[in-house]
């Protein structure tokens, strides 16, 4: 993008916050080389480790405009990179909120990216989920069948040619099923450190993004939810009624063996909001002409279409 001017940053830091306690007792030591051609050092597992932390990447633009920092969090088997730059190499929503003004907050879940690993699973539990080259294509409404076959739904915008798939595949890492409950900590800590941001969270990243403003309704200005893969809790949904919510939906959903029954979950749980006095906007692309989006919209080739519908949607709150 030659003729775009360059991003002027006032600050550029990063810092990982979370995390606790957790002893380990009772293992056997054992002799390691750390290095071909080192001496062997006798490493010994018992001890205290530190599991859910979370790293964060903070840039501020010169100037900024927005009030309050926007975080931007990832979904399932991904990491911050994700809304970073796109498989086809174009800039991510990361730019594109710097860019308006926006104090940008890049974070990578736990366990996962720079957040680091532990001695999993004795700590976490579980057996991570990985992904094969396969696995996506169908599951996030990429095309059926295989990449291999390279067969994409008619107007597809993801970039889904070989060279680009295969780099968004090397970006996706193992997630675990049984680490939330350490994640919404982290996230906790996350805002806390931070102070009231703007939340934009992308399918699994929507659970936390609900979650975080029922636990913590003063450090969330407003969420953004793209294509959110789960919901709060109803119980709470009352702790909702100040914080207001964006959800956006993209195409191929209807034919899907998942995303209708999400769907339909989020926007009753939507519906469970407005009743309890909160507001809740809900996009479906399609319905308003923006066309062929797949579940990783951000990364989509119309990605600053809907980045833009994001960034218009938050102006009119003062955002």
Not at 185 to 213: D, I, K, N, T
Request: hydrophobic share 45%; glycine share 12%.
């Amino acid at each position: 993008m030659t003729d775009t001017p360059p991003i002027t940053l006032a600050r550029w830091a990063s810092f990982h916050v979370g995390g606790r306690e957790v002893v380990v007792a009772g293992q056997a030591p054992r002799e390691v080389t750390f290095t071909p051609g080192s001496a062997p050092a006798l490493i010994d597992p018992n001890g205290t480790y530190l599991v859910g932390g979370v790293y964060a990447q903070v840039m501020e633009p010169a100037p900024r405009r927005g009030p309050v920092p926007l975080m931007l969090w990832h979904g399932g088997g991904l990491t911050g990179a994700c809304w970073e730059t796109t498989p086809d190499g174009r800039e991510g929503w990361q730019h594109f909120f710097l860019r308006r003004g926006w104090e940008v907050v890049v974070s990578d879940a736990v366990e996962r990216g720079r957040s680091g690993w532990m001695r999993i699973p004795e700590e976490t539990g579980g057996v991570p989920v990985t992904l094969t080259l396969e696995n996506p294509w169908e599951r996030f409404r990429i095309g059926p069948g295989t990449p291999q076959e390279g067969r994409v739904f008619p107007g597809q915008q993801f970039p889904a040619d070989a060279v680009s798939w295969r780099n968004f595949i090397l970006g996706c890492v193992p997630r675990f099923t049984t680490t939330d409950a350490l994640t919404l900590a982290g996230y906790g800590a996350l805002l806390a450190r931070v102070g009231p941001s703007v939340v934009v969270a992308h399918s699994q990243g929507g659970f936390f993004g609900w979650r975080a403003a029922q636990e913590w309704p003063e450090k969330v200005r407003a969420l953004v939810l793209v294509e959110p893969a789960s919901t709060g809790l109803m119980e709470k949904v009352a702790a909702l009624a100040r914080v207001p919510v964006l959800m956006i939906y993209g195409d191929f959903i209807a034919g899907d063996a998942r995303w209708p029954a999400i769907r339909a979950r989020g926007l009753e749980f939507a519906a469970a909001v407005r009743a309890a006095g909160g507001s809740v906007d809900v996009v479906d692309l399609p319905a308003q002409g923006i066309l062929g989006n797949s579940h990783m919209i951000q990364m989509d080739r119309n990605s600053d279409v809907v980045a833009g519908l994001v960034q218009d949607w938050l102006a009119l709150r003062a955002l």
